[in-house]
């Protein structure tokens, strides 16, 4: 795997202060927010200096019960060849379901939601991943994901999914290790023993990131610093094999240049501890985070082993069995319905959970329209947020959050929402120049013209 180095995740926020800071080997970009034919000047001159750039998608939804949407690939390829990217990268998780499949409503999460850890859900993205990887011009590494709630009924752990899905597919692996800290507090699972299960010979590079806890239960926000207990996951990694690269996330709250500079110089640091550990003799199992218990060592070949083997081999194509979608669909669909739309927790599901888990995607909604119509808030003042989280209860996400800022004005439009006229008249005029395949005309002069072409 090419050697990466120390890099940051490249947002517009921070675009001059990256092209600044020094030690930046590499960037990682989320794919969906750049255009191949008009890449953003800040990332072309980082290009030009030789730093590589590598898209990062958040919108395939390869743990899915549907196949790969074709369009959706062919953007993702467009953007890898773009960006003369040496690999592109995605994550083990679902972000819609619904529809034709499991003839229901067609949801979006509009966030990445966990997989079961399945055989149905391991077959099926074993098949997704392969029909992903004929489609892309470069080698795909796949993502854990954080998460906040389990699944019940599991086959099998986090390790055993992922080292299976390597040695299925040949699928490099984007291990984060922040991920892997959300899921020791929210589900209990020991970030040592993942790391002791997964195939780290497929390693890709590496995420960290920053997050808050809250009532027992960690948000994995980017936006807060490196805690401690991440920073020591990633040395435990470290000490059983060097990282190609390394990279900060961070999507909000974004900190000066000082303070990034900082928390790169403690990843640098936490890398550099573990590579000194693993220049030594190598332990039988990493030692875990405060709170955590080791597992104890077995006998045999590791499962990196025989990852790396089954790549080399070219790995195996196999297809999902019969049923094996829909099943999968029908308890994806089920659970993001209880999660967006207000039906019914499924049965074996922590209600508690997914109630954080559905407040927390309305709160992402909000947040996400904000940013994308920041005219919505200037309009709606204060009550904003209050009547988008009041929308959203019921109201799932069912395209992007552009077409979620839309349909929120709708709505709002057709309950007589701003109380205020000037407001209402002002909310209407901003739908109505969107709304339509075109934009409004404005001003008497761009009226009379089209009266006139009407003629």
Known sequence: MRRLGTGIGWRPEIADAVERMPGIDWVEVVAENICPGHLPEPLLRLRERGVTVIPHGVSLGLGGADRPDRDRLTALAERAEALGAPLVTEHVAFVRAGGALTASPHLEAGHLLPVPRTRDA???????VRIAQEALPVPLALENIAA??????????EGQFLAELVERT???LLVDV????????N??????????ALPL???AYVHVAGGF?????WHDSHAHPVPRPVLDILTCLAARVTPPGVLLERDDDFPGPAELERELEAIRGAVATGRADLAGPPPTTPPAPAGTTAPPSSAGPSPAAGATAGAEAGAVAVLAPAGARQRLGVGQAAVLSAL????PVPEGFDRVRLGVQARALAAKRAGVVAKVAPELPVILGEGYREAFLTYARVRPMTGGYRRDALDFAGHLLKVGRPADPRARRELRRWWLDRAGPAPRPRGLAARARVLLRRG
């Open 122 to 128: 391991l077959d099926v993205l074993c098949e997704n």
């Open 148 to 157: 906040l709630f389990s699944w019940p009924g599991e086959e099998l752990t």
């Open 170 to 172: 040949g699928v490099r």
């Open 178 to 185: 922040a991920n892997l800290h959300t899921n020791h507090v």
């Open 187 to 196: 589900r209990g699972e020991d970030p040592a023993e993942a790391l002791a």
């Open 201 to 203: 010979d497929a390693l």
């Open 213 to 217: 806890e809250r009532d027992g239960v």
């Open 340 to 343: 967006v739309a207000g039906t």
